[in-house]
Nanobody, 114 residues
Framework: VHLVESGGGLAQPGGSLRLSCAAS????????MSWVRQAPGKGLEWVST????????YYSDSVKGRFTISRDNAKNTLYLQMNSLKSDDTAVYYC????????RGQGTQVTVSP
């Protein structure tokens, strides 16, 4: 399993970022995929999950209505569109093959600050 996240960076409160995750080493279209995050000094937090074909999506209460998860199975790529960013969204974001984040990539840093 190889997962490589990209798209993180610095954003202002209220701004947007789009994260991508390139997957390889397994049959991407067979698996639900998730995003998890880890804020400074805190444990892993589940953010969102999408079913293997993309028909079902799930979000934590903290991001519902602001973040959108999607996938392109033809490109083996997972996405997370993040809008209306808040300082509490500052974290390292990981894409994961499971909702617990036990199989995840190296992460991409998202910092939300004025």
């Amino acid at each position: 399993v190889h997962l490589v996240e990209s798209g993180g960076g610095l954003a202002q409160p209220g701004g947007s970022l789009r994260l991508s995750c390139a997957a390889s080493g397994f049959t991407f279209s067979n698996y639900a995929m998730s995003w998890v995050r880890q804020a400074p000094g805190k444990g892993l937090e589940w953010v969102s999950t999408i079913s293997n074909r993309g028909g079902r999506t799930y979000y934590s209460d903290s991001v519902k209505g602001r973040f959108t998860i999607s996938r392109d199975n033809a490109k083996n790529t997972l996405y997370l569109q993040m809008n209306s960013l808040k300082s509490d969204d500052t974290a390292v974001y990981y894409c994961a093959k499971d909702s617990m984040g036990s199989e995840r990539g190296q992460g991409t840093q998202v910092t939300v600050s004025p």
